[in-house]
């Protein structure tokens, strides 16, 4: 899983990302708050560390600018505002779970652990859009009675395009957020795989398609057939 640190304090900032690697997490940093909500509204993390008092945008501005913007990514807040008020204001913010510093490290892994469990839990069964229904916990996909199983990472990009329908997804985010930054791959794996989805969709006879935007991404698109005049 693939975390954002967003923190100004460098030093901690490197030292929770030695304990996340030591976890076994991927862990990406932002030192300031419009850094933080570009590379959070990515797509990519899975959970956010954030503290509140950053230079550029504080915390829980940022947090309320990704929740208006409809992601829903996990975030621990953690910051040494541990005022009541402050408590509040992160939390009806959109924050997950609220830790003050100083913290314990296993404390800190643990609140980590449990709001990416919940987050897990209230993933769809099925996704759909226009004719297709993705269906992660069985790797397949459909289209009225026409069914195909997907590889894994066939299921890892469908089912980014299908929670971002409407919006193209860069082929970097893609990248990083299937096979992270250690992998070693390149941007011709994405290409490759689109080819493998859109093969498939082909073979469903669906009216959805992968669309291509030179130098901005992939989405999914639905096709209708046109209206006479």
């Known amino acids: 899983m693939r975390i954002l640190i967003v923190e100004d304090e460098k030093r901690l900032a490197m030292t929770l990302k030695?304990?996340?690697d030591?976890?076994?997490?991927?862990a990406d940093m932002a030192f300031d708050g419009n850094d933080g909500l570009e590379l959070?509204?990515?797509?990519?993390y899975d959970g956010i560390i954030l503290d509140v008092m950053l230079p550029g945008m504080d915390g829980f501005h940022l947090l309320k600018r990704l929740r208006a913007a409809g992601n829903g990514t996990p975030v621990l807040v953690l910051t040494a505002k541990g005022d009541l008020k402050d408590r509040v204001t992160g939390l009806d913010a959109g924050a997950d779970y609220y830790l003050t510093k100083p913290f314990e490290n296993q404390e800190l892994l643990a609140c980590l652990r449990s709001i990416l469990r919940r987050q897990a839990a209230?993933?769809?069964?099925?996704?759909?859009?226009?004719?297709?229904?993705?269906?992660?916990?069985?790797t397949s996909l459909s289209c009225g009675e026409r069914e195909v199983t997907?590889?894994?990472?066939?299921?890892?990009?469908?089912?980014?395009?299908?929670?971002?329908?409407?919006?193209?997804?860069?082929?970097?985010?893609?990248?990083?957020?299937?096979?992270?930054?250690?992998?070693?791959?390149?941007?011709?794996?994405?290409?490759?795989?689109?080819?493998?989805?859109?093969?498939?969709?082909?073979?469903l006879g669906s009216s959805v398609t992968v669309k291509a935007a030179r130098g901005i991404g992939y989405?999914?698109?639905?096709t209708r057939p046109e209206v006479a005049p």
């Open 18 to 20: 030695d304990l996340l």
């Open 22 to 26: 030591q976890s076994g997490y991927l």
């Open 40 to 44: 959070a509204k990515s797509g990519i």
């Open 122 to 138: 209230f993933v769809p069964e099925c996704l759909a859009f226009g004719d297709l229904i993705l269906s992660p916990a069985v």
């Open 150 to 203: 997907l590889s894994a990472r066939e299921l890892e990009l469908l089912t980014i395009l299908f929670k971002n329908t409407g919006q193209f997804i860069p082929k970097e985010t893609l990248l990083l957020k299937i096979w992270g930054y250690e992998a070693n791959v390149n941007a011709n794996s994405v290409e490759a795989y689109i080819s493998f989805i859109r093969k498939k969709l082909a073979l």
């Open 219 to 222: 989405r999914l698109e639905e």
